[in-house]
């Protein structure tokens, strides 16, 4: 076949038509173009793959699979300007089918390096098989969903992602309108027996709600205003939460769980339908341990705290088991643990009362960092965390910092009893390197942009991931500002080159095989945490400070890359599918080590896994590798490989 005959049939292929006329013409002089007769295989179900993709010319083919017994049979045809082989392409595989030939075939075979090349140099075209391996890890994931034992981790005694919010929902819901009173609305709830009413606008939609409680606070408690004259505007709490009747009830009390609140509110099509409380998850038994979070704040002691952080280890059971996805899991779990986190502070500063230390001399706060500040707690992990002080006067630093010292190491002290680990690498305001004054650690930003010293690179990078829990959070906002100023200007203005060289390299290539330990007490596992999670969370990242995105999430962070047009949508699909399923993986693999008595410690044997797990591992790893391409080839900087 000449070369203009190749060049024909690639502009009638979707989706090589969509690449420039000189980029096709380039391309279709390195094909290679090969003859098969009738009934013989291009390729066959079970072979490794041949590193390219097939694109039909001319002819026909028949798509079989064979069974245990090895019965075959016809799942499909191929004609001209399909192509074939692009999910072994793309995850490197053994071929799931085969592709026998029923016409005489003429074939365009595009190796793996061309192929590599323009995913990597041409947005649509990646986004178009991304896209595809991002749907086949989503069905696999389904697929294996469906199949989890409810029993395996859990013992809730009904699934809270298996039952909606519309079927526990109250309706009708009992509104009023700003300026009813409120001796009119107090009459309706006793009458009714409920405890909110919602408020109605001009046209009918829901702009606030009223309750018991807030009469109390503002009428009886307070007395703000005159029981009365007063109207609905006076006490309404203009702040509505709502939820689609849809939603699982587990996504329910996520919701109130993240915005501190007793109520939502229930939409279907932009119309109110109906009206959730807490007490109405109460009266679900499988919400009871979920519900002791409300408890936390309550604790006294350490050892109270320690009692509740070990039924909220229980949860993450239950949601897993429950078929929670990902997201849900990482929401709830990151929620629970901040929560343990900010009364652990509460009491240390009581205790620094209660020692003859006083009050905090000056404001401080209390930063998260790491994957507590990204909302990524399944299990928990170690502290990582940062302290911001204001700047005390010059003859009272050393009193002030010798103070902030001593509160650090309280909180530390109390954290570790409720089961957060000391960190391993020293990241804590025990050690000064990490508890500053606000100066300081502008001072530390403005000196770092200026040298891109590694040392210096490593720390940065840490604190991109950075979210203040406690105490004045305005100290750190301007510490925000600082850092990513900082790294606009490196990225901008960077005058090393990384050559287009990745730091590390994951333990599968864009289209290799997963390499595992070759020795030693992981020998023949990988550690999914260090081999693929942390590489697509430090991606995406450094993607995210480039685009000016503060949000702390990787999950957020990508949804917003996709908003600004730095990544495409498909792209986004292929990132999201895979840290959650590199997350998913390892977390149920720590539980089922929790399970057997073992440590967790993220190392999983990937030929352990049944079959379509382990397809879904190498579309993952896939997945980031392509994304660390992607990085590498378009920011420079030798300080990026610190932070990659």
């Not at 989503?138 to 395996?152: F, V």
């Not at 704040?297 to 239950?318: K, M, N, P, W, Y």
Request: with cysteine; charged share 25%; glycine share 6%.
């Amino acid at each position: 076949m000449e070369a203009c005959n190749v060049l024909a049939v690639l502009k009638n292929t979707d989706p090589f038509e969509i690449l420039e006329p000189d980029i096709l013409a380039r391309l279709a002089g390195k094909i290679e173009v090969r003859q098969y007769a009738v009934n013989t295989y291009v390729f066959r179900q079970g072979e490794q793959s041949r590193d390219r993709l097939f694109v039909i010319a001319s002819g026909l083919l028949e798509m079989t699979v064979s069974n245990d017994r090895g019965v075959e049979a016809v799942i499909g045809l191929r004609r001209p300007y399909d192509f074939l082989g692009e999910t072994v392409l793309l995850s490197q595989q053994t071929y799931p089918g085969s592709a026998r030939v029923k016409e005489d075939l003429m074939c365009l075979e595009i190796h793996r390096r061309q192929f590599e090349k323009l995913i990597y140099t041409h947005a649509g075209f990646s986004g178009f098989f991304g896209a595809l391996l991002a749907e086949r890890m989503r069905l696999l994931y389904g697929e294996i969903a469906a199949e989890r034992s409810y029993e395996a981790y859990s013992s809730a005694e009904s699934p809270l992602f298996g039952k909606r919010v519309s079927e526990i929902m109250s309706y009708p819901v009992v509104t009023c309108s700003m300026k009813d009173t409120i001796t009119t609305i107090s009459r309706i709830m006793a009458e009714k027996d409920i405890s909110a009413v919602v408020a109605l606008d001009a046209l009918q939609r829901p702009c606030g709600i009223v309750t018991e409680s807030a009469l109390v606070k503002y009428l009886i408690a307070r007395e703000l205003y005159p029981i009365t004259t007063c109207r609905v505007e006076q006490v309404v709490n203009s702040h509505l939460i709502t939820i689609e009747a849809e939603s699982f009830i587990g996504q329910a009390l996520i919701s109130m769980i993240r915005n501190k609140t007793q109520y939502l509110i229930v939409m279907e099509r932009g119309r109110l339908v109906g009206i959730i409380a807490m007490v109405d998850l109460i009266k679900l038994r499988s919400t009871g341990q979920m519900l002791l979070s409300h408890n936390i704040e309550a604790q006294q002691s350490i050892q109270g705290l320690l009692t509740i952080s070990q039924e909220v280890d229980r949860i993450l059971g239950d949601l897993v088991a429950e078929k929670a996805g990902i997201g849900e899991i990482l929401n709830v779990m990151s929620e629970l643990h901040e929560r343990l986190s900010q009364r652990v502070i509460a009491l240390s500063e009581e205790r620094m009362k209660r020692e003859g230390w006083g009050a905090a001399p000056v404001d401080y706060c209390w930063i998260n960092l790491g994957s507590a500040a990204r909302y990524e707690q399944g299990l928990r992990t170690d502290q990582d965390n940062a302290m911001i002080y204001a700047d005390p006067a010059p003859d009272m630093r050393d009193a002030v910092d010798g103070y902030f010292q001593k509160l650090s190491e309280m909180i530390v002290e109390g954290l570790n009893a409720c089961g957060f680990p000391q960190c391993a690498a020293g990241i804590s305001p025990i050690h000064s390197l990490w508890r500053k004054t606000q100066g300081e650690w502008i001072h530390m930003i403005e000196h770092w942009s200026r040298t891109l010293r590694s040392e210096e690179s490593r720390i940065m990078a840490i604190l991109l991931d950075f979210r203040p829990i406690w105490g004045n959070k305005s100290l750190s906002q301007i510490v925000a500002d600082s850092m990513f100023e900082a790294f606009q200007k490196a990225i901008h203005g960077s005058h090393k080159s990384s050559g287009g060289q990745t730091p590390y390299r994951i333990p599968v290539s864009f289209l290799g095989t997963i390499v595992t330990e070759k020795s030693g007490v992981h020998k023949d596992e990988i550690n999914l945490k260090s081999a693929g999670i942390l590489t697509l969370v430090n991606c995406v990242r450094i993607l995210a400070v480039n685009s000016r995105i503060r949000e702390p999430s990787t999950l957020g962070r990508l949804e917003s890359l996709a908003e600004c047009g730095a990544i495409g949508r498909e792209d986004l699909n292929l990132y999201r599918s895979s840290f959650e399923a590199l997350m998913m993986l390892t977390l149920e693999e720590n539980l089922r080590k929790i399970h057997r008595g073992d440590k967790a410690d993220n190392y999983i044997d990937p030929y352990a896994l049944r079959k379509r797990e382990r397809i879904i591992l190498k579309d993952a790893l896939a997945g980031v590798s392509r994304l660390q391409k992607y990085v590498s080839r378009n920011m420079s900087g030798d300080w990026l490989r610190d932070m990659m």
